[in-house]
């Protein structure tokens, strides 16, 4: 895998990292919402850098000049809740691609800290020869990843796959590492090196999905 640690090299990015992580800060949940579609904008720009180009012409009032234009398909696939603004931050500037959504969420028996994932909804194009790209802000044991990925076989195999995420803990870093095809890009702003006992990336920035969208009732 391709790992892309990019709060390791000084940027703006810091500034928005900075302010989701923030406990005071991130109880503004509009401005969570709109940190992570920024970052999502960033780690997009960054990713498009690794795409495939096409020469073309463009007409302008003027003359004619020859510029590189992106020549993939792209499909954005984000994971429910918490995908839904990084989705928006890299819709905002892949603005041709197809989308799909699906649904991951950890299931806790009980008051039980082991967990597991539950695949419930899923929408998605045809995937053959695309370039899929997975988003979701927090890849903690990244259970959510590889279960996402498992169930997208059945809709065709992309030629190149990119996974986003904000903030990773090492070991789901690790863990995507073994259950992605090797030439797999990750996008990461941040990678935090603790993961807690329920789950949870140590020191993170907390539940993600709630602080986009508040509390949801377990059941
Ligand atoms: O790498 P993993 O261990 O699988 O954990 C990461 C998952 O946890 C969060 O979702 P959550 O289950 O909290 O759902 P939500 O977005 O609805 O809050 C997050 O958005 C990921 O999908
Ligand atoms: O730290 C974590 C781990 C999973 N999901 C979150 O929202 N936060
Ligand atoms: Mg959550």
Redesign the pocket.
């Known amino acids: 895998m391709h790992i892309h640690h990019l709060s390791k090299e000084n940027s703006i990015l810091n500034q928005f990292i900075s302010e989701i992580r923030n406990i005071k800060v991130q109880k503004d949940s509009m401005r969570f919402r709109r940190n992570i579609e920024r970052i999502g904008e960033i780690l997009g720009y960054e990713m498009s850098k690794t795409l495939n180009y096409e020469p073309k012409t463009v007409t302008t009032p003027l003359g004619e000049t020859a510029i590189d234009i992106i020549d993939d398909q792209i499909v954005l696939c984000s994971v429910l809740?918490?995908g839904v603004p990084l989705h928006t931050g890299l819709l905002n500037y892949f603005d041709t691609a197809e989308n799909a959504f699906i649904s991951a969420?950890?299931h806790h028996k009980g008051d039980s800290e082991s967990f597991e994932i539950v695949v419930e909804y899923l929408a998605c194009p045809d995937l053959e020869n695309k370039t899929l790209v997975l988003a979701d802000p927090?890849l903690a044991t990244g259970q959510s990843f590889a279960s996402t990925f498992n169930a997208l076989k059945s809709f065709g195999t992309p030629k190149d796959i990119h996974l986003i995420s904000v903030i990773g803990a090492q070991k789901g870093v690790e863990y995507v590492v073994e259950h992605f095809p090797e030439q797999t890009h990750l996008w990461v702003a941040s990678i935090d090196s603790e993961l807690n006992d329920r789950g949870y990336i140590i020191p993170g920035l907390g539940?993600?999905?709630?602080l986009a969208f508040g509390k949801?009732l377990q059941h």
Do not use: L, Q, S, V
């Open positions: 809740r918490a969420y950890r927090m539940d993600a999905g709630d949801k």
